[in-house]
């Protein structure tokens, strides 16, 4: 017997007993994202890990702690050195758009994606190595617009809400501007300073490097520290606040409930103006359902155009499916079990199989025969609608008999005859 393998730490099979739930969502995602006119984009699970460390930051705690390189087995393939496995979907997204030049062909390009990402994490309930999202990205020239932003965030709320969610709640913030952002960094660091001595150690590096992280602290003390720092707007532009001004009166219009949360920051380096987050206190302590915000200097950042700005969000696949729960939905059923009552009406029972499938009705059988009983007991399992009984006298007449398995009525008819009753 050779060596059992077990999975890696922190990923997940998802088996077909998951799947219905799993293909409800992307579904029903896809749906939603087709009515806001968002096409669908599909980039490598890996790519240049300077990608990800210029977009997030250098001081992320992602870039930092988070990121899963690759290593080529070949000590001279210099061509895969640099690379990992992506952390999150945008900086891909940014890195398609301007390798494609999409800006000089749409004004304004609205993109979703569905699939795993990739983090080094301490696994738990809620949080894997790999793990999936659906997001949305809105990039292009005409992109800065605050109705752009409502409508970015309406889709968010209205795509969980469709999907069965109502205990979520919706916080939202804005960074301001470049300018804005870097003068509420100044500020903050002037307000921290006289409490840094009682800062988590984690706090006093995220001091240095990202302070906005730490608003974002688990930490006991750092929280009451940043409870008393009695945050405010006092340091945006008047635009930004008027920007801000009109986010929120769009969002109340679409009748979209928020809160406002002036110490939400997100944590990576691109974002400016509108940022938001979408919790459900269900799931316990990673409560994020997904989250998302305005980045206006990314795609500069990352060799693009000055003048293209964007907006987006990511959606925890994982954690929509936790905080729904059991979700009721059925299994798609098998149409067909085909039978074959002894060993002489197997080679029938197969050509009746695959008749069945050419006409494009689900069926299987159970190849290696057994008492009509047993293989009974499997088409129940399978939840087939109908039963396809085989046995000496459909084989010397060319014809089956065709068993309802709810009404429990039966009758012996011709293959094309049994063919048309099954898919009325």
């Given at each position: 017997?050779?060596?059992?393998?077990?999975?890696?730490?922190?990923?997940?099979?998802?088996?077909?007993?998951?799947?219905?739930?799993?293909?409800?969502?992307?579904?029903?995602?896809?749906?939603?994202?087709?009515?806001?006119?968002?096409?669908?984009?599909?980039?490598p699970n890996f790519e240049e890990t300077e990608l990800?460390?210029?977009?997030?930051?250098?001081?992320?705690?992602?870039?930092?702690?988070?990121?899963?390189?690759?290593?080529?087995?070949?000590?001279?393939?210099?061509?895969?050195?640099?690379?990992?496995?992506?952390?999150?979907?945008?900086?891909?997204?940014?890195?398609?758009?301007?390798?494609?030049?999409?800006?000089?062909?749409?004004?304004?390009?609205?993109?979703?994606?569905?699939?795993?990402?990739?983090?080094?994490?301490?696994?738990?309930?809620?949080?894997?190595?790999?793990?999936?999202?659906?997001?949305?990205?809105?990039?292009?020239?005409?992109?800065?617009?605050?109705?752009?932003?409502?409508?970015?965030?309406?889709?968010?709320?209205?795509?969980?809400?469709?999907?069965?969610?109502?205990?979520?709640?919706?916080?939202?913030?804005?960074?301001?501007?470049?300018?804005?952002?870097?003068?509420?960094?100044?500020?903050?660091?002037?307000?921290?300073?006289?409490?840094?001595?009682?800062?988590?150690?984690?706090?006093?590096?995220?001091?240095?490097?990202?302070?906005?992280?730490?608003?974002?602290?688990?930490?006991?003390?750092?929280?009451?520290?940043?409870?008393?720092?009695?945050?405010?707007?006092?340091?945006?532009?008047?635009?930004?606040?008027?920007?801000?001004?009109?986010?929120?009166?769009?969002?109340?219009?679409?009748?979209?409930?928020?809160?406002?949360?002036?110490?939400?920051?997100?944590?990576?380096?691109?974002?400016?103006?509108?940022?938001?987050?979408?919790?459900?206190?269900?799931?316990?302590?990673?409560?994020?359902?997904?989250?998302?915000?305005?980045?206006?200097?990314?795609?500069?950042?990352?060799?693009?155009?000055?003048?293209?700005?964007?907006?987006?969000?990511?959606?925890?696949?994982?954690?929509?499916?936790?905080?729904?729960?059991?979700?009721?939905?059925?299994?798609?059923?098998?149409?067909?079990?085909?039978?074959?009552?002894?060993?002489?009406?197997?080679?029938?029972?197969?050509?009746?199989?695959?008749?069945?499938?050419?006409?494009?009705?689900?069926?299987?059988?159970?190849?290696?025969?057994?008492?009509?009983?047993?293989?009974?007991?499997?088409?129940?399992?399978?939840?087939?609608?109908?039963?396809?009984?085989?046995?000496?006298?459909?084989?010397?007449?060319?014809?089956?008999?065709?068993?309802?398995?709810?009404?429990?009525?039966?009758?012996?008819?011709?293959?094309?005859?049994?063919?048309?009753?099954?898919?009325?």
């Amino acid at each position: 017997m050779g060596k059992s393998f077990s999975l890696p730490r922190g990923t997940a099979d998802i088996l077909p007993s998951d799947i219905t739930a799993w293909r409800y969502l992307e579904s029903s995602a896809r749906q939603f994202f087709s009515v806001y006119n968002y096409k669908e984009i599909r980039t490598p699970n890996f790519e240049e890990t300077e990608l990800f460390a210029r977009s997030m930051g250098q001081s992320s705690d992602v870039v930092q702690k988070q990121i899963l390189s690759l290593r080529s087995q070949k000590a001279d393939a210099a061509e895969d050195s640099g690379l990992a496995l992506r952390p999150e979907g945008t900086a891909s997204v940014v890195r398609s758009y301007i390798q494609n030049n999409v800006d000089r062909k749409e004004s304004l390009s609205k993109y979703f994606y569905i699939g795993p990402m990739f983090r080094g994490e301490r696994p738990q309930k809620g949080r894997l190595r790999q793990f999936h999202q659906m997001g949305v990205e809105a990039i292009g020239p005409d992109s800065a617009s605050p109705y752009l932003d409502a409508e970015v965030i309406a889709l968010a709320v209205n795509l969980l809400k469709g999907l069965g969610l109502k205990g979520f709640t919706l916080k939202i913030n804005t960074l301001g501007s470049k300018e804005d952002k870097e003068a509420f960094s100044k500020k903050l660091r002037e307000d921290l300073k006289p409490h840094l001595a009682k800062l988590s150690d984690e706090s006093k590096q995220r001091y240095e490097r990202n302070v906005f992280r730490i608003l974002d602290s688990k930490s006991k003390e750092d929280k009451a520290i940043v409870k008393n720092l009695k945050l405010d707007h006092s340091y945006l532009s008047k635009e930004s606040l008027d920007y801000y001004t009109k986010v929120k009166e769009n969002l109340t219009a679409l009748g979209v409930a928020f809160e406002e949360s002036v110490d939400l920051v997100r944590g990576l380096d691109y974002y400016t103006h509108t940022v938001f987050e979408i919790c459900d206190s269900s799931l316990g302590a990673q409560d994020a359902l997904g989250a998302g915000g305005r980045y206006g200097t990314l795609v500069a950042q990352l060799g693009g155009s000055d003048n293209v700005e964007a907006i987006g969000f990511a959606l925890g696949m994982e954690r929509i499916l936790l905080a729904l729960g059991k979700v009721d939905i059925k299994q798609s059923a098998l149409d067909t079990f085909v039978i074959a009552m002894d060993d002489a009406a197997v080679s029938y029972a197969f050509h009746v199989l695959n008749k069945l499938r050419a006409s494009n009705i689900s069926a299987d059988m159970h190849f290696k025969g057994g008492s009509a009983k047993s293989q009974m007991r499997i088409a129940n399992k399978s939840g087939a609608r109908f039963t396809v009984i085989i046995g000496a006298q459909e084989v010397q007449n060319k014809t089956v008999t065709l068993k309802d398995m709810d009404s429990g009525e039966q009758e012996e008819l011709a293959l094309q005859e049994a063919i048309s009753k099954i898919k009325s």
